[in-house]
């Protein structure tokens, strides 16, 4: 049976994005994401009204692939420390050692400071995958028998330090590497899984 193809504005999203992480968002035409599916700026123009509605489209599309890549991930692992672990290689394999991600997401923050309907869209995805991870960490702290730290602040303040890394790696490639990966993970996990960190109040 042969296999369907997906709808064109799915098609089209997953191109914006590929170009997007190839090239950077400035750099990318409509014509150039339409001649990535093998159709018209017309054909283009049908199902996204302007470039800044198959920006949003891309976002999307890469928030709901992140997210179900940390929860596939995740789900088949039993102890919580093992799908903490998980999700921060994953997300330091993502948001560090790709380089197109690393394009696209940079590109996201800068326009984020000044289109509103961005900087909502990445606030959303952040919230969705800070509240994975604070539940991840709470069950770690349950598990050991801890009081653990303010799993949310935690939290917040080691997905700042993965934006932190990740530019870096712009500038010092070196951070990709698997050994530096391996790495910083092993001292989010030591922070993260910690019983005794300061909470908001005593942060230096």
């Known amino acids: 049976m042969p296999r369907i193809a997906p709808k064109m504005p799915k098609r089209l999203a997953v191109a914006a994005l590929e ?11 409509v014509e150039q994401i339409a001649a990535r599916v093998g159709v018209t700026k017309g054909s283009f123009y049908s199902h996204y009204r302007s470039k800044h509605e198959i920006i949003l489209a891309a976002c999307t ?13 995740t789900a088949r692992l039993a102890h919580p420390r093992d799908r903490l672990r998980r999700a921060l290689e994953l997300s330091i394999r993502i948001c560090v050692a790709d380089e197109r991600n690393r394009v696209f997401t940079s590109d996201l923050f800068a326009m984020a400071l000044h289109d509103e309907p961005v900087r909502q869209s990445w606030a959303q995805f952040y919230n969705a995958v800070r509240e994975m991870l604070v539940g991840l960490v709470s069950a770690v702290h349950a598990e050991s028998g801890s009081n653990g730290s303010d799993a949310r602040h935690s939290v917040d ?8 890394v990740k530019l870096r790696a712009g500038f010092e490639p070196h951070v990709a590497d698997p ?16 019983s005794r960190q300061p909470g908001p109040a005593e942060a230096p």
């Open 19 to 29: 170009l997007f992480g190839e090239r950077g968002i400035d750099d990318v035409t």
């Open 61 to 73: 599309h890469y928030y709901q692939t992140h997210l179900r890549r940390l929860h596939a991930e």
């Open 157 to 164: 303040l080691m997905l700042a330090a993965i934006e932190g």
């Open 179 to 194: 050994a530096e990966q391996r790495a910083i993970v092993d001292g989010m996990m030591h922070y993260l899984c910690s």
